[in-house]
């Protein structure tokens, strides 16, 4: 990978703000569970100089190849640790590990979604690029979305597209989708699954603010890479390894996966997940005793400043919550 290719993923989102509440501190034991090009990686692993450890995590080994170049310069005096996992695996990826087996964590970050890089590159991510439908974050392991529409049923695919996208047109999407394997032909590029979901949703229904096909692809991906089973698994081991007074921030970028987030802050800290702060419901007692603080009630998100400066953040919102 050459030093452009190492530069060719997004600038790290609200940087500042994650600084700010993760608080990481010379000698700490920072985990950025989506290394990604290592730009969140790069400044905590600056913060936690010297002696601090810095343990990241990628299933894409374009990334894990990305993340050490650019953590290379600064890794003289802290520990970097770079495992090739997903998040959702996160426990046993530690405790395979005899340098982290009994690691306890001082911070934990969690950078959702795709990366630039992974959009850039020849994945089928967009349907801006006729190219293979893969849209896997490992492309070493894994069923890709080609072969997943192979096979799929119209009921299963129905129940992706609506759960996934919320695409209100998801039967008729799926019906056609199944026509179209039954008469032989093969979903195999992004340019046929783009004009697929065209041909399926009325011109008058279309928006102006999303491609017609955008909710259909957002659903594929995350079913390909089971990226919400992932994101509760992970997010659960990454708080029993946090030590008492840790922090864990994640950022998201759509409603599925920040309702994950949510609910899961509000049952480990143990508030209803939808109750707000003045609510009598948001003061019942637990079942269990809550491990975690809510830091943010609301979600943190982007200034106009940053927005401008990198649209790719516009839809990031950042909960942080601290180990009790």
Not at 178 to 202: D, F, Y
Not at 239 to 253: D, E, T
Request: charge should be negative.
């Amino acid at each position: 990978m050459t030093a452009h290719e190492s530069r060719d993923y997004h600038e790290p989102v609200l940087l500042r703000e994650m600084l700010s509440n993760l608080a990481p501190v010379p000698g700490a034991v920072m985990l950025d569970a989506t290394l990604g090009g290592g730009g969140h990686s790069a400044a905590l692993a600056s913060a936690i100089r010297p002696g601090g450890t810095l343990i990241g995590l990628d299933r894409d080994t374009d990334a894990l190849t990305a993340a050490a170049q650019r953590l290379e310069p600064i890794s003289g005096d802290l520990s970097i640790i770079l495992l090739h996992t997903p998040f959702g695996n996160l426990e046993t990826a530690l405790s395979s590990d005899e340098r982290t087996q009994n690691i306890r964590l001082d911070g934990v970050l969690f950078d959702l979604g795709v990366s630039s890089h992974q959009l850039d590159t020849e994945r089928g991510f967009s349907f801006r690029r006729d190219e293979r439908l893969d849209m896997r974050m490992d492309t070493t392991q894994g069923e890709s979305a080609e072969e997943l529409l192979a096979h799929i049923s119209e009921a299963e695919f129905t129940r992706i597209l609506f759960e996934y996208g919320e695409e209100r047109w998801a039967k008729r999407i799926a019906h056609n989708l199944i026509a179209q394997c039954e008469h032989g032909a093969k979903m195999e590029t992004t340019a046929q699954l783009a004009n697929l979901v065209e041909t399926s949703i009325p011109r008058a229904a279309w928006t102006r603010d999303i491609h017609v096909a955008t909710r259909t692809f957002q659903s594929v991906r995350i079913a390909v890479n089971d990226e919400l089973g992932q994101l509760e698994a992970g997010l659960q081991a990454a708080v029993a390894r946090l030590k008492p007074g840790g922090r864990i921030a994640l950022m998201s970028y759509h409603s599925l996966e920040d309702r994950i987030v949510k609910r899961a802050f509000a049952e480990l800290s143990g508030t209803m997940p939808s109750a707000p702060a003045s609510s009598p419901a948001a003061f019942l007692k637990p079942d269990k005793e809550p491990v975690l603080q809510l830091l943010t009630r609301k979600p943190i998100v982007p200034t106009d400043r940053e927005i401008a400066g990198n649209p790719r953040a516009r839809s990031a919102k950042m909960r942080v919550a601290e180990h009790l």
